[in-house]
């Protein structure tokens, strides 16, 4: 019966130990820091190397094509402006265009610039963010970046 | 036409918190006409939220752009096929929407289960979790409000000449069956809770709201499985990047309660025949039920960021109160309760079928716990550090495929273990054939140059597995025929319909490995960017794609522009394809329209990413093995399922309320 007993636990702390390890090292490979870009401005050196996900508006007219699935584009959020060149496999979402709400996750490089593998992108004129201005001011209905298109 | 769904919607209201009121007032006073009274306004309530629901209906098909919540989803243009799914694809509608399905629910359990004697507790609990989404329906986030423009002489009534036009990547079959599939995984979770808490409350504390509750449980746990398959599957075929599961927060929302119901699938067979288990149970369905409310207000509340929430704050708090509330109320009454809820046996062997369901159980429950840790993990870093920390794809499959790996282990051992202790002959008897074949799985796959540990581990099990499912079956239909004779054809249809449970649930696991034969084909993806030229090609293992024409045009709701291409696989064509962008003229989002050749082998996926400015094609060629066996996988689950629904067809002998007796059989 303790036997018994003890086998269960001495099973149980193992599986909770393996467990705890494998929540402990997935966190260190696969985390990222959320940042403004003002906040990663400032860090200056201390950023570099870091894994990061980093928020703005796209500025308009500044998506341009690299080829091969490059491309560069700059972000803005409060008055700080970051220059992004995506180099990740995945093909960029379709939601990123002029003024859309990106989150690019990569890393500073040392000219300041920011390099990505991974953007995430809201179309500022579906989500609920835009859905304010439609109740207030239904003048601003015309979708954002409509003239956004391949490229 | 929105007065009646106003109306509607405050009936709902009225017609739950009578629900309460008259069922509690009626266990009270003994009434059993009041306690029928409260069934009825259930049911009754199902009624006024449909009308709800077409109502919305009704001015989505009419394009009645007066009001927001139409003007912010539809157009003009759009088939109507759209203007009916447009209605869940905001916040508002689809909690409507899903008010009504958890009222169907509802009603169907109160029509077809009216004589349990659980019955008028179930309904106060319904009721009460409903008058919560019905009281978010009416009062915050309302579907039927009108636009008004603000002037200086107040707010006047604005109708645009059109909507803002459905996402669209929404605009998807799969999206309109998708969410609606999902919602009724989501809620149909509900009955099994209402009754074990009904259980708890009156303390009838048997196996017997587990049996009564065991079709809904799998018909909410299928429904859930599938629609988060079928979101994978859009996600593969319409967001064109390649795969189909990213462990995006939307995603992980759905997967926490099917693990957890999965877990309590299993679990409840040990509850059923031996009694064991209660308060683990109970606490299971409650944690399912509480996670798939919590899953859906992830969605809503923005509070963790994600590509396909609706964002909104409005109702966040409210939403998180609830949840709060009914996790205080159901861990207080399980903890009264505990002294009632004592095992009646004791865990006798570490190997045994009992412990296999308890290591099942923890696989699931871990696994549940590290996607709520990854999830959560930029809110929790936030609060402990001040600083938001986000685990992407890397975390989830460092930590979930061991643990599922170890849960496909797990497929084909547990059936073959004995209730309450395996002997070492049993073990040798069940397990040789089988742990052999798997070796020499794995072996072979070395030998034919396969490296990846994880890969090999998976094709392995598999082979495992299916063994230990085959002979089990193998070994019923023995026994069957020298028992009855016949062929091994009706021996096989007769043993199976004489425990679909059983039986079913094998297919189900079998479904499970085919599955986990396309997951692990993930290790093996690869892909290529190239800029074309018109007659310009790129390779990627013996496929050859070139481009031949750059083709656009234009329908009512889209422009487009096409890259056609030749695909061919060792210099011998194999079809021409035309993956295209979409520029969507309502609401101006461009999206790529993938084009795939899928074989059993392996698909090969095609995205038109965009035309550089020397005018070459961005095509993205992605040569994913195995994908096919996923969406197999779902089918074959899907069978299985079907037939666990299934009565038997000579009913083995059933205690409802004697466990011990119970012989029901594991799955």
Known sequence: ?????????????????????????????????YQTVGELRAMGPRAEGRRVRVAGDVV????????????????EHEGSRLAVLYTGREPLPDTLVDRAQAVAEGHLLQDGSFEANHVQAKCASKYDAAYEETKTAPAAQTPAGRQATDD | ??????????????????????????????????????????????????????????????????????????????????????LWAGNDGSLLFWTFLMLVFAAACAISRRRDELMPHVVATLGGVILFFAYMNYWVCNPFGQLAEITAAGPIPFTPRDGNGLNPLL?????????????????????????????????????????NTRRWTLIAWFFLGSGILLGGRWAYVELGWGGYWGWDPVENAALMPWLTGTAFLHSVMIQERKGMLKIWNAGLVIVTYLLCVFGTFLTRSGIVSSVHAFASSEFAWRFLVFIIFAAILSAALLITRIKDLRTENELEAVVSRESGFLFNNLLLLAACFAVLWGTLFPVLSEAVQGEQISVGAPFFN????????????????????????SSVDSLKRNFTVPLLSGLAAGVLLVAFG?????????????????????????????????????????????????????????????????????????????DVIADLNRGESTAIGPWKVTLQDLPSGETPVYDWLGAQVLLSKNDEPVGIFQPRRQLDKATGQATSEVRRHATFQEDIYLVFSGVTEDGRATVHVYRNPLVRWVWLGAFVMFLGTVLTLLPNRSPVRRAETAPRGAALEAV
């Open chain 1, 1 to 33: 019966m303790a036997v018994r007993k003890a086998k269960f636990f001495v099973g149980g702390g193992l599986f909770l130990a393996a467990l705890t390890a494998l929540l402990i090292t997935g966190v260190e490979e696969g985390k990222a820091y």
């Open chain 2, 398 to 421: 460092r930590v979930n495929v061991p643990l599922g790996l170890a849960l496909l282990l797990m497929t084909g051992v547990g059936p073959l273990l004995a209730w309450r202790r």
């Open chain 1, 60 to 75: 308009p007219g500044t998506i341009a094509s690299e080829g091969e699935g490059k491309v560069r584009f700059e972000i």
């Open chain 2, 1 to 86: 036409m929105h007065h009646l769904g106003n109306f509607s919607l405050m009936a709902v209201v009225v017609l739950c918190a009578y629900a309460v009121a008259a069922s509690l007032l009626g266990v009270n006073k003994q009434s059993s006409q009041l306690v029928n009274s409260a069934r009825r306004a259930l049911i009754a309530a199902a009624g006024f939220s449909a009308l709800s629901v077409a109502a919305l209906l009704a001015l989505f098909l009419a394009d009645d752009f007066r009001f927001e919540y139409v003007a912010s989803y539809s157009a003009a243009a759009l088939p109507w096929y759209y203007k009916v799914s447009a």
């Open chain 2, 450 to 526: 396969m490296r990846h540990p994880y890969a090999i581990l998976c094709f392995a099990m598999s082979a495992f597995v299916v063994v230990t499912i085959g002979s089990e079956f193998h070994r019923g239909v023995r026994a069957r025929r020298a028992h009855r004779g016949g062929s091994y054809g009706t021996a096989l249809v007769d043993l199976v319909q004489r425990n679909t449970r059983r039986y079913g649930g094998y297919i189900v696991h079998f479904g499970i490995v085919l599955l986990f034969i396309g997951f692990a084909g993930n290790a093996f993806n690869k």
């Open chain 2, 171 to 211: 605009q998807h079959p799969i999206m309109a069956i998708h969410p609606p599939i999902l919602y009724t995984g989501y809620v149909g979770f509900v009955i099994p809770f209402a009754f074990c808490v009904a259980a708890l409350w009156t303390r009838r504390l048997d196996a017997a709201w587990i049996q």
